[in-house]
C-alpha cells in the first residue's frame, strides 16, 4: 500500500475520533484509554452493557461512528463513578458517557424506546418550567410514559408510599397545581437559553471546521 493510500485510511479511521473530541464532552480523553477493562469490572450493570465503555472507545477510535451513536450502552451509565475511581489512567468515564449520550441525541440517533432517554427528557422539561424539579408531576410523568394503563398499574402499586409521603410531607399535594420555583425565575429561564445559543452555536463551529 502506497504511503498516500496510507495516510487516507489513516484519515479515514481517525475521522469519528475527531469528532467525539470536538463534540463530545471530555471527549479528548478516548484516546487516552488503555483497554485494561477495569471499568467494566467495576461497572454494577456491566454484564448488561451492549459494549463496555473500553469496547467503545476502541469502536471510536476504529470509526465505528454508526455503531457507536446507535448504541443503547451509553445510556446504561448511572453516575456511580465506579469506573472513573479506578481507571489508572483516571479517563472520566461517567463524564464521555453522558456526553455520548448527548451527542447522539442531538444527531437524533437515540434508539427506539429507550427509558433512559425518555426519563431525561421528562426531568428536563420539568426542571426548566420553574427552575426546581417538581416531584411528584415528574412521577407521575415517569409512571405514565410507556402508556396510559402502565401508569394506572404503577400508580397503584405505589400508592401506599405515596401516602406515606404525604404523612411525613415529604410530598406536598400543591405541587400538582405547580409547586415551587425559584425566586428569580426569568433570570434562569435567560440563563438556560443563552446556554442552549452558546452549545448551538458551538456544534455549528465544529460542524463547519
Not at 26 to 42: N, T
Not at 144 to 151: R, V
Amino acid at each position: 500500500m502506497s504511503e498516500l493510500n496510507i495516510a487516507m485510511v489513516e484519515k479515514y479511521r481517525n475521522s469519528f475520533l475527531h469528532e467525539v473530541e470536538a463534540n463530545v464532552e471530555e471527549g479528548d480523553w478516548v484516546k487516552m484509554c488503555m483497554q485494561c477493562g477495569v471499568c467494566s469490572g467495576s461497572c454494577p450493570l456491566g454484564s448488561h452493557w451492549e459494549h463496555s465503555p473500553q469496547k467503545l472507545f476502541m469502536m471510536i477510535r476504529a470509526g465505528k461512528r454508526e455503531e457507536v451513536l446507535s448504541s443503547d450502552s451509553m445510556w446504561m451509565c448511572t453516575s456511580c463513578y465506579n469506573c472513573v475511581v479506578r481507571c489508572p489512567r483516571e479517563v472520566p468515564i461517567t463524564h464521555i458517557m453522558h456526553g455520548l449520550a448527548s451527542y447522539a441525541k442531538r444527531l437524533g440517533l437515540v434508539p427506539k424506546g429507550q427509558q433512559t432517554a425518555k426519563f431525561a427528557q421528562h426531568f428536563w422539561d420539568n426542571l426548566v418550567k420553574k427552575g426546581r424539579v417538581n416531584e411528584l408531576k415528574l412521577g407521575l410523568n415517569l409512571y405514565f410514559m410507556n402508556g396510559f394503563a402502565e401508569g394506572v398499574k404503577t400508580s397503584l402499586k405505589m400508592k401506599d408510599i405515596g401516602l406515606g409521603m404525604l404523612k411525613t410531607k415529604r410530598m406536598s399535594p400543591m405541587e400538582i397545581f405547580g409547586g415551587h420555583k425559584v425566586k428569580d425565575l426569568d433570570g434562569f429561564q435567560a440563563m438556560v437559553k443563552k446556554a442552549q445559543e452558546i452549545e448551538t452555536a458551538r456544534i455549528e463551529k465544529n460542524m463547519n471546521a
